[in-house]
């Protein structure tokens, strides 16, 4: 199957810094990425979804200033939390699809973020 | 938008033992999968299936679509089986792109 990476795979960081999420699609060529967000014991948590070269299109009530999305070519694309306090704490998830809405969507390893 | 729902939520076996789990989706759908979210957060893709029967190894699947439900089968179950599996729908119809999820089946394969 296609293979998608994320770095980092966890990171610690003091209230009020940024941090930036990489995804990676290492074999295939992602046209769409999607990011979600998972806390303990819950089910996947869409956030936004990319086109490579467009403008995000973020589900409602997320913020789009707060998680900044870039998806700049067909292998890469990031996820930059902003201003982060500690309830932006959680496991965040990307996942990459080539071609339609049809096709098998396959998902990065995740990456765990905790804000002090 | 479509709904997901997903059973047993807890399931605790013994290994070696079989089970069933079960997906029940609102709408037509043209995309569905099913994952195994594994310990450490990372989901595994064990099937693509909108429609039909599929197997590997011990798993197996199917989906029927026309009475919108879809069963993934663990036979000889062991205790790396454990975590949650998910199955994860992109309606016909509607929802754009994104695929929606259910809240999963927790698994526990005891030795």
């Known amino acids: 199957g296609a293979v998608v990476s994320q770095h980092p795979s966890w990171v610690i960081c003091k209230s009020g810094t940024s941090v930036k999420i990489e995804c990676r699609s290492l074999?295939?060529?992602?046209?769409?990425m999607f990011w979600y967000r998972q806390f303990p014991k819950q089910s996947l948590m869409l956030m936004a979804t990319?086109?490579?070269?467009?403008?995000?299109?973020?589900e409602q009530g997320v913020e789009k200033d707060k998680f900044l999305i870039n998806h700049a070519s067909l292998t890469l694309s990031t996820l930059t939390v902003t201003s982060a306090h500690p309830e932006d704490s959680s496991f965040y998830i990307c996942?990459?699809?080539?071609?339609?809405?049809?096709?098998?969507?396959?998902f990065g390893p995740g990456t765990r973020l905790t804000v002090l | 938008g479509i709904q997901v729902e997903q059973s047993p939520p807890d399931l605790i076996l013994q290994e070696g033992a079989n089970s069933t789990l079960r997906c029940n989706f609102s709408?037509?759908?043209?995309?569905l999968q099913w994952f195994h979210q594994n310990p450490w957060g990372q989901l595994i893709n064990l099937f693509y299936?909108?429609?039909g029967t599929k197997q590997n190894g011990r798993l197996s699947a199917t989906t029927v679509a026309t009475e919108r439900y879809s069963l993934l089968y663990i036979s000889s179950s062991q205790t790396t089986d454990s975590g949650v599996y998910f199955c994860a729908v992109r309606g016909r119809e509607t929802s754009g792109s994104r695929l929606t999820f259910g809240e999963g089946t927790q698994l526990t394969v005891n030795p």
């Open positions: 074999d295939f060529q992602a046209t769409t």
């Open positions: 990319s086109n490579e070269g467009s403008k995000a299109t973020y």
């Open positions: 299936i909108p429609s």
């Open positions: 709408d037509s759908v043209n995309n």
């Open positions: 996942s990459a699809r080539y071609g339609s809405s049809y096709n098998e969507q396959f």
